[in-house]
């Protein structure tokens, strides 16, 4: 038994809308994950329907080996999964500051411990606290929606294209600072268009086509597998 398992999971934005036919996914604890496939796969899908914000037609998700199908997201956000959607992830007139302080909403006790350990974590955001949000570069929003999502304390923490639209140096900063989170003890889920990125800093992946399971494995190896890169990495 994982942190997670993903059994059997079939989910749409309506009941004639299956994106997902049945996908099965697990994360242990500690683990980066990564989901790539092409367009359509339902990678975002299966994130969202983690995090609640989807319910599950059929299958089942289990934190711990408990049930948390159907759940609504606040009470998923409790137990321990934090969700970080691709678009719309800050508030862009409020301060740094004040976004964290909505990060941590869902459980506000020990807000001011939690902003301070978020601003030993990420310098970038100490030192710009007070500027509003719209202010940030690219990259930084995105740190900024990270930290976020990480005031309510995670163990597995949910990346929707964290690099989408960012230039590169932009993109390989956000790496690093999504492996020193990692490396904290978060255990982390990342749905990623680079998908050589992706397969770089994660341990495992599952490769999504049409809302099924296509190839699941040890990152390096299927990275290093001439049909995955000719197909999904574009080499």
């Known amino acids: ?34 989901v790539i496939g092409p367009n359509g ?9 983690i995090a609640g914000l989807l319910a599950p037609g059929r299958g089942d998700i289990r934190l711990d080996g408990v049930s948390i199908s159907g759940r609504l997201p606040r009470d998923i ?23 964290l302080e909505m990060g941590g909403y869902v459980d ?14 990420f310098p970038v955001l100490a030192a710009k606290r007070q500027h509003a949000a719209r202010t940030l570069s690219g990259g930084e929003r995105q740190i900024l929606a990270m930290a976020m999502a990480l005031m309510v304390e995670p163990r597995l923490l949910l990346l929707d294209e964290p690099s989408a639209g960012l230039a590169p140096l932009a993109a390989e900063r956000l ?7 990692n490396r904290e003890g978060v255990a ?6 680079n ?15 049409d809302g ?22 574009g080499a």
């Open 212 to 233: 099924r399971n296509h190839r699941t494995g040890p990152a390096d190896e299927l990275a290093a597998d001439p049909d995955i890169r000719r197909v999904f990495l």
């Open 1 to 34: 038994m994982g942190l997670l398992n993903v059994d059997g999971l079939v989910a749409g934005y309506s009941a004639a809308d299956e994106v997902l036919k049945g996908v099965d996914f697990a994360i242990e604890p500690g683990e980066i994950v990564g």
């Open 188 to 193: 982390i889920a990342m749905v990623e268009q």
């Open 41 to 49: 796969a339902g990678k975002s899908t299966l994130l969202k329907a």
């Open 175 to 181: 790496f690093e600072s999504i492996e020193r989170v």
């Open 77 to 99: 956000s409790r137990l321990g999964i934090a969700y970080v959607p691709q678009e719309q992830n800050i508030f862009p007139t409020m301060s740094v500051r004040e976004n």
């Open 108 to 121: 506000p006790k020990g807000s001011q411990r939690k902003i301070d350990t978020v601003f030993e974590r």
């Open 195 to 209: 998908a050589n990125e992706a397969l770089a800093i994660a341990d495992r992946a599952y490769i999504l086509v």
